[in-house]
């Protein structure tokens, strides 16, 4: 019975025994006797739906792959505080438009009067602002910094699919390797106990029997070891996924993943190269932009009581950058900053072009082993177990023969499934490419 299956039919057989000995006593209770409604027909139940209710929880279905990366994607805080710093650098992009603050002044000069020769009282607003383009400049810098965040997010969310699909296959390749450990527990458990008995007969000897029994040892040693990687790769998903329900993930037969055809260009980390050099070009852009001069704006008007009417005027001034000494250095090292950029992005690409040669060269090797149990090894494996069984009970082998022939043929199988996750995991770091 595979496990999904099983998990149906227990959680049947646990409603109907509760519907038999819990609920529909209790419900005969209520109706049995006219309806009468007490507190303690109320809270019969309360309880009967409560565990009604927590069974129909309990019996959730276990999670596929794809239902795994979409829960993670939803509840891992990582990732939630990456997408956060993408809408931080949105909210950014208009505080380019950032204008100084405006002056509003009062002004009494006893030198300045006017043709009545009294003083003015001049009441004025004045307004600085940088070179138009500065700001649509600065503009441009934001934008490109959200853009670098949101690549950052694709890089992060790919690093997740990517640890994630790795444990869940080795979550599934260790259920298959505690298969297997658990025949061979069985096995020698019952030879052990076979030995002992033809001990106690005199039909064999000592040496026999503890060797026997050291073997059983040793193997549930090795399925107890099995059982505990099984529990530390679980937590391992389950620190991916965050989720605060309870997680089951479903049992599938250990097979080949499917190779995905990429391009080493057309992925999220060469996208947050190339957008950290728009960055870059961009914030160099926005210093040569320093250069141009700022505008300043002022209007006023002034008055006296000898004046009939106000006296209005107005200044317009450019501020011009003479000592710019300064300003040259941060568009030198912004120009600098741009290069370094692209030294990076170069090494990089070169670094993971030799990545995925390496790693196509280790998937060739898997590959190769793998042709060779399914073509030869898994058949070679049933006949050793097929002949060593019969040979034994029919007296053609003695014991350690037959205890080598089991683990020879076991050791095949156990090969075979380690090989078989190393090819997964060499082929999920190749579809999931990154340093």
Same mark, same amino acid.
């Given at each position: 019975?595979?496990?999904?299956?099983?998990?149906?039919?227990?959680?049947?057989?646990?409603?109907?025994?509760?519907?038999?000995?819990?609920?529909?006593?209790?419900?005969?209770?209520?109706?049995?006797?006219?309806?009468?409604?007490?507190?303690?027909?109320?809270?019969?139940?309360?309880?009967?739906?409560?565990?009604?209710?927590?069974?129909?929880?309990?019996?959730?279905?276990?999670?596929?792959?794809?239902?795994?990366?979409?829960?993670?994607?939803?509840?891992?805080?990582?990732?939630?505080?990456?997408?956060?710093?993408?809408?931080?650098?949105?909210?950014?992009?208009?505080?380019?438009?950032?204008?100084?603050?405006?002056?509003?002044?009062?002004?009494?000069?006893?030198?300045?009067?006017?043709?009545?020769?009294?003083?003015?009282?001049?009441?004025?607003?004045?307004?600085?602002?940088?070179?138009?383009?500065?700001?649509?400049?600065?503009?441009?810098?934001?934008?490109?910094?959200?853009?670098?965040?949101?690549?950052?997010?694709?890089?992060?969310?790919?690093?997740?699919?990517?640890?994630?699909?790795?444990?869940?296959?080795?979550?599934?390749?260790?259920?298959?390797?505690?298969?297997?450990?658990?025949?061979?527990?069985?096995?020698?458990?019952?030879?052990?106990?076979?030995?002992?008995?033809?001990?106690?007969?005199?039909?064999?000897?000592? #040496?026999?029997?503890?060797?026997?029994?050291?073997?059983?040892?040793?193997?549930?040693?090795?399925?107890?070891?099995?059982?505990?990687?099984?529990?530390?790769?679980?937590?391992?998903?389950?620190?991916?996924?965050?989720?605060?329900?309870?997680?089951?993930?479903?049992?599938?037969?250990?097979?080949?993943?499917?190779?995905?055809?990429?391009?080493?260009?057309?992925?999220?980390?060469?996208?947050?190269?190339?957008?950290?050099?728009?960055?870059?070009?961009?914030?160099?852009?926005?210093?040569?932009?320093? #250069?141009?001069?700022?505008?300043?704006?002022?209007?006023?008007?002034?008055?006296?009581?000898?004046?009939?009417?106000?006296?209005?005027?107005?200044?317009?001034?450019?501020?011009?950058?003479?000592?710019?000494?300064?300003?040259?250095?941060?568009?030198?090292?912004?120009?600098?900053?741009?290069?370094?950029?692209?030294?990076?992005?170069?090494?990089?690409?070169?670094?993971?072009?030799?990545?995925?040669?390496?790693?196509?060269?280790?998937?060739?090797?898997?590959?190769?082993?793998?042709?060779?149990?399914?073509?030869?090894?898994?058949?070679?494996?049933?006949?050793?177990?097929?002949?060593?069984?019969?040979?034994?009970?029919?007296?053609?082998?003695?014991?350690?023969?037959?205890?080598?022939?089991?683990?020879?043929?076991?050791?095949?199988?156990?090969?075979?499934?380690?090989?078989?996750?190393?090819?997964?995991?060499?082929?999920?770091?190749?579809?999931?490419?990154?340093?």
């Amino acid at each position: 019975v595979q496990r999904p299956l099983a998990t149906v039919v227990i959680g049947g057989l646990i409603t109907a025994t509760l519907l038999t000995l819990v609920v529909l006593p209790v419900l005969y209770s209520i109706f049995g006797k006219r309806f009468k409604v007490n507190k303690k027909n109320t809270s019969a139940l309360a309880v009967a739906f409560l565990l009604f209710t927590s069974l129909t929880y309990a019996q959730e279905p276990p999670k596929t792959l794809e239902e795994l990366i979409a829960i993670s994607i939803v509840n891992n805080t990582g990732l939630k505080a990456q997408k956060l710093k993408v809408k931080e650098s949105d909210a950014l992009i208009n505080s380019a438009f950032n204008f100084d603050k405006t002056q509003v002044y009062y002004e009494y000069d006893e030198n300045n009067r006017a043709v009545n020769n009294e003083p003015i009282k001049v009441f004025g607003i004045q307004q600085d602002f940088q070179f138009p383009t500065v700001y649509f400049s600065g503009k441009k810098v934001n934008t490109a910094n959200l853009n670098v965040q949101q690549s950052a997010y694709g890089v992060q969310e790919k690093r997740l699919k990517r640890q994630l699909t790795s444990n869940y296959y080795e979550y599934q390749y260790l259920k298959e390797k505690e298969v297997v450990y658990k025949r061979l527990d069985s096995l020698y458990e019952n030879f052990a106990n076979i030995a002992t008995r033809r001990f106690e007969l005199g039909e064999t000897n000592y #040496l026999e029997k503890i060797t026997a029994q050291s073997k059983q040892k040793q193997i549930g040693l090795k399925l107890l070891k099995a059982q505990q990687n099984i529990t530390i790769s679980y937590n391992d998903l389950l620190k991916i996924i965050q989720s605060k329900d309870s997680i089951e993930v479903v049992i599938e037969p250990l097979s080949k993943i499917a190779l995905k055809v990429t391009s080493i260009n057309d992925t999220p980390e060469m996208d947050y190269y190339r957008n950290k050099m728009n960055l870059f070009n961009a914030k160099n852009r926005f210093e040569k932009q320093q #250069l141009l001069p700022d505008i300043s704006l002022n209007y006023f008007q002034g008055t006296n009581p000898g004046l009939n009417t106000n006296l209005h005027g107005y200044q317009l001034g450019l501020k011009i950058p003479l000592l710019f000494g300064g300003q040259s250095s941060r568009i030198k090292a912004s120009r600098i900053a741009e290069d370094i950029i692209e030294e990076e992005t170069n090494d990089y690409e070169i670094q993971l072009k030799r990545k995925y040669q390496a790693l196509k060269s280790q998937l060739f090797q898997y590959e190769k082993e793998l042709d060779y149990y399914e073509n030869e090894g898994r058949q070679l494996s049933d006949e050793i177990l097929k002949t060593a069984n019969g040979s034994f009970r029919n007296g053609e082998i003695d014991f350690y023969q037959y205890i080598l022939s089991l683990e020879n043929a076991y050791e095949i199988q156990l090969n075979y499934l380690e090989n078989l996750n190393n090819y997964n995991q060499t082929v999920i770091n190749i579809n999931y490419l990154t340093l």
